[in-house]
């Protein structure tokens, strides 16, 4: 039989939004279910392409967006390793940060090395633009 926590990382990575709800209902979703590397419901969800889960996970059950697994990936190291795009860029967006892992690798290594080529040009136009805004910064004196 499993346990709550890993049908609640099971829903996670499945994209059972019911399940998930069911589980925050009696109290089983919260920020202390992980699995045995650490990671929580919110790295399955990136890992898996579960977007409607990941936004549940976020904006209804309260997860960080942040959260760190024992090797200091967060969701976006997930995403981006898997070439979830889509979670990637939902997760840049509402809380999720560019970090380092505990080897020094960003979510553009975790791409990279499992050959995600279109999350790795997303991280390419990403760089230009915040040189431009930088760039834009240092010229007016504001950034817009």
Partial sequence: ?????????LAARQGDVETL???????VLNSDVKDVLGATPVHHAARA??????R????????PANSLARNGASPAHDAAATGNLTCLHWLLLHGGEIM???????????????GE?????????????????EHLKHITGKLY
């Fill in 1 to 9: 039989m499993l346990t709550e926590c890993c049908l609640t990382l």
């Fill in 21 to 27: 709800k069911i589980q925050l209902a009696e109290k």
């Fill in 49 to 54: 392409g579960k977007l409607t889960c990941l």
């Fill in 56 to 63: 549940y996970l976020v904006e209804e059950a309260g997860l």
């Fill in 100 to 114: 380092t892992d505990s080897w020094g690798g960003t979510p553009l290594h975790d791409a990279a090395e499992n």
């Fill in 117 to 133: 080529l279109e999350v790795c040009e997303c991280f390419s136009h990403l760089s230009c633009l915040a040189l431009q805004l």
